[in-house]
């Protein structure tokens, strides 16, 4: 069976697909008729984000794989007519998405339990971050103190109870006596420095790469 | 062809999204933009790093909190001179064989566990041995159920704990008062039939 979209609704709002239908059915149509370059569209508007997806949930091992299947799943859904709302694409391709992590997670565990039923030295796989990951995890750490360093001991308490201790903005705002306006000129702010650090600390190193 | 993709997301979305929190009526059109805008894919990494580093960072700068034996030791020096008396007795008391429990190991570590796995800069949910703990999860996405299962194992497959919960103040939470030991633990989290909803990746260092 084909996953099928329907449009989201909440309790009180209809919340709109975000995009315009008719390019979308257009390109539906072009891989329907077997066209190549309906397939090259499809594959360069949603390659990167189906690999982000893919690994954000499932991590890097096996993604040229999984995100081949996927693409195969979507283009023989669509040749085959299944799909029921070619203008909600983007949607059903999410839904192929999350199929995709949801069965591989199934296997995972079930691979997990018959090995650990099978010997006490089964091997384990090692879930430490690669040592180029951890660099950039220290880097990021790094660049976060600098911005919590650089604001007041008021604001870092504000920053900390909110992505630290989930505190609500609600919550924050009337304990420490902040207009939701302060607060989130607050956070986009330590953001925005954040950001701007990331993008110099790039720059530096794209400038040493030249030069070296 | 070109493709409308719609607006870009907004940064509140991108941080809500890095926290869990972000209501579930929009998920479905705020992933739906991100597989096919390269642009907010960037934003949204850059903020998971950022949201990632910020938890990993802020208790490091914080006031260290006194613990409660701390917090004794430090009044008794504020006390009057029959304390002194006091504290001889309870020494008495101790060389009788009368014991008074130490302290616990420390406040409870609060653990949010999500499903993210494998992008740079992200790191599984991580704890300390022994500290002990409290396992959240956001049922946001989940099926709605007065009850779910919580199971912990090792990373053999050996189970370690579990326990039916039921979802309080918007979230599902696990408290192991002794905490773990160290290694590499899987957390599941099952329905009332039995059917395996989730499973997230826990270190304890």
Partial sequence: MSPTLSTIKSSDTEVKPAIDG????????????????????????????????????????????????????VVQAIRRDELREPERLMGFVRTVVRRQVAAQIDR??????????????????????????????????????SVLRSVSGRDREILTR???????????????????TQFRLLKSRAKARFGELGRKKLARRRFLEKVG | MKLDIGQHLQEVDFEQYSMGTLPVERIAPFEEHLMACDCCQDELLEMEAYVNAVRSVSPKLRPVEKSRWESVRTRLYGWPRWAGAVATVAAAMLIAGIWIPSP????????????????????VATAVAGQPLS?????????????YRM????????????????????????????????GQYYIRLYNATGELLREYGFNVR
Avoid at chain 1, 162 to 180: A, D, G, K, R, V
Wanted: hydrophobic share 40%; aromatic share 4%.
């Fill in chain 1, 22 to 73: 008719q390019n979308w059915l257009a390109l539906v149509e072009n891989i329907r008729s077997g066209e190549l370059g309906g397939m090259e569209e499809l594959y360069r508007v949603f390659s990167r984000g189906v690999r982000y997806y893919l690994c954000r949930q499932l991590g890097p091992q096996d993604l040229d794989d999984r995100v081949h299947d996927t693409f195969l799943i």
């Fill in chain 1, 108 to 145: 995972a565990v079930q691979n997990r339990r018959e090995q650990a039923d099978m010997e006490a030295t089964v091997l384990v796989s090692d879930r430490r971050d690669s040592p180029e990951e951890a660099a950039i995890s220290r880097e990021h750490e790094k660049m976060a103190e």
């Fill in chain 2, 151 to 182: 199971e912990i194992v090792q990373s053999t497959g050996k189970p370690v704990a579990q326990s039916d919960v039921a979802p309080k103040d918007g979230k599902i939470v696990l408290s192991l008062g002794s905490g773990l030991a160290g």
């Fill in chain 2, 104 to 123: 616990a190991a420390g406040p409870t570590a609060v653990v949010l566990l999500h499903t993210s796995r494998g992008i740079e800069g992200l790191a």
């Fill in chain 1, 162 to 180: 909110f992505y630290l201790m989930e505190q609500s903005q609600e919550e924050i705002c009337e304990e420490m006596n902040l207009s939701e």
């Fill in chain 2, 135 to 147: 396992l959240e999860i956001d049922p946001a996405e989940l099926v709605p159920s007065a009850s």
